[in-house]
């Protein structure tokens, strides 16, 4: 199995790349959503607590999307997840591990083939407003989930590392504060100016 991963810096943009990839046969246990809470307080409850909700069906239908929970992650704040990496995060953060849902996303990650800086990168993207999609696949599927996600016009890791180091930034650091809603849309327009 190999896991790929491309980060959006949307959410309605990651959702219909999850959509995609099940219409295309990939199981929805292979595909993970984590996504900043900024724009999709609806899709998994309002006030949802820490690990809340996590792997339960919020929606009518089947897939991926009906199991979004929320989930608090230190330095990151309220994310909505589902899939693979919500269940490492949901297990991190109810084993009431400083930094651990972080960890947790950054370990998860790693453990899955993904290098340390990208992964840093991956959950500093989620911190400022964006949405990470994870898919597990087999050579047969490869192809297919590859196209789906470049298809969808996600971040190039490397120009999104270099646009943050500009900024002063290193790593993701789990005791950053969180981004507000307003601190996403300002991002949203540095890096709208950045194009």
Do not use: C
């Not at 339960?56 to 989930?71: E, T, W």
């Not at 911190?127 to 016009?153: H, Q, Y």
């Not at 890791?157 to 270099?162: A, E, L, S």
């Amino acid at each position: 199995m190999k896991t790929l991963n491309q980060l959006f810096d949307n959410y309605s943009t990651a959702k219909n790349v999850v959509m995609q990839l099940e219409a295309a046969g990939i199981p929805y246990k292979d595909i993970s959503i984590v996504s900043h809470h900024a724009e999709n307080r609806s899709e998994a409850g309002e006030g949802a607590g820490v690990g809340a909700g996590v792997g339960a069906a919020l929606g009518a239908g089947g897939g991926l999307l009906a199991g979004l929970g929320m989930i608090a992650i230190p330095g990151i704040g309220p994310v909505v997840a589902a899939g693979w990496l919500s269940a490492t995060l949901a297990g991190a953060v109810g084993g009431a591990v400083a930094g651990g849902a972080a960890g947790g996303l950054i370990g998860a990650l790693i453990d899955s083939g993904v290098p340390d800086d990208e992964a840093h990168v991956y959950a500093e993207g989620v911190r400022r407003g964006g949405a990470l999609v994870s898919v597990k696949v087999d050579d047969e599927k490869a192809p297919v989930a590859r196209r789906i996600l470049a298809d969808a016009g996600g971040v190039d890791v490397n120009t999104r590392r270099q646009f943050y180091r500009e900024q002063g930034w290193e790593r993701f650091d789990h005791t950053s504060a969180p981004y507000t809603p307003e601190d996403v849309e300002l991002e949203r327009q540095k890096l709208l100016n950045m194009r």
